[in-house]
């Protein structure tokens, strides 16, 4: 699976952005997808999940209420709509595929990676 996350930019605080990750080579509509992000001098952190049919998502503490993750595996993709965004969302965001049959949350599960896109947030 190959994964493609574009939609990053720069964008003042309270704002808002949607991020996409378009898949190919493979059907991901079996897999548990994520979007992690790490920001500058810090660990690579979960942002939300979504199981393989949209039913079930987690989310962090940290962007609950702001962040709407989705799914359409009729078009191989997955999007992160992010609402109120804060500086401190600021960060490199990666979506990830993982073939378990569970929803995951710990990064070192997830099999295939995107290259990433930059969310900055301006205060």
């Known amino acids: 699976v190959q994964l493609q996350a574009f939609g990053g930019g720069l964008v003042q605080a309270g704002g808002l952005l949607r991020l996409s990750c378009a898949a190919s080579g493979r059907a991901i509509s079996r897999y548990t997808m994520g979007w992690f992000r790490q920001a500058p001098g810090k660990e690579r952190e979960l942002v939300c999940v979504?199981?393989?049919?949209?039913?079930?998502?987690d989310y962090a503490d940290s962007v609950k209420g702001r962040f709407t993750i989705s799914r359409d595996n009729a078009k191989n993709a997955v999007d992160l709509q992010m609402n109120t965004l804060k500086p401190e969302d600021t960060a490199v965001y990666y979506c990830a595929a993982d073939s378990g049959t569970v929803v995951r949350t710990d990064a070192i599960t997830y099999e295939y990676w995107g290259q990433g896109t930059l969310v900055t947030v301006s205060s």
């Open positions: 979504i199981n393989w049919n949209g039913g079930s998502t």
